[in-house]
């Protein structure tokens, strides 16, 4: 059986254990919290700097395909300026076949109307 000392020094020794076991469990709890804040940190700042990216890349598309879309636009305008010009240019040269082609066409479209 065990002294009244030794019970003593026992239960001082399992308190100073317990302690020390709680300060070195929250010690590691405030460096996982530290490293879990820094690794949260690092993942913003390298989403921010993707979406920085990501903006650039998408500015730099639609500014590409506004280009080409306006040089698309432009090129379809002159074909068409030139048709309208080729058109005048044959109508002028011959305008009983113009006139008979247009009535033509006009009766073609009335009749196909009325189906």
Request: charged content about 30%; overall charge positive.
């Amino acid at each position: 059986m065990a002294s009244p000392q030794t019970a003593t020094r026992k239960s001082t020794r399992s308190r100073a254990n317990g302690h020390d076991k709680k300060a070195v469990a929250a010690a590691a709890a405030r460096h996982d919290l530290h490293t879990a804040q820094e690794a949260a940190e690092t993942f913003v700042s390298a989403v921010k700097s993707s979406a920085a990216h990501f903006g650039e890349h998408v500015g730099r598309t639609m500014g590409e395909k506004v280009e080409k879309a306006q040089n698309g636009a432009e090129h379809v305008a002159e074909k068409a300026n030139d048709a309208r010009h080729k058109l005048e240019d044959r109508i002028r040269e011959r305008p009983l076949t113009s006139i008979g082609i247009a009535a033509g066409a006009g009766v073609l479209l009335a009749l196909l109307s009325r189906r």
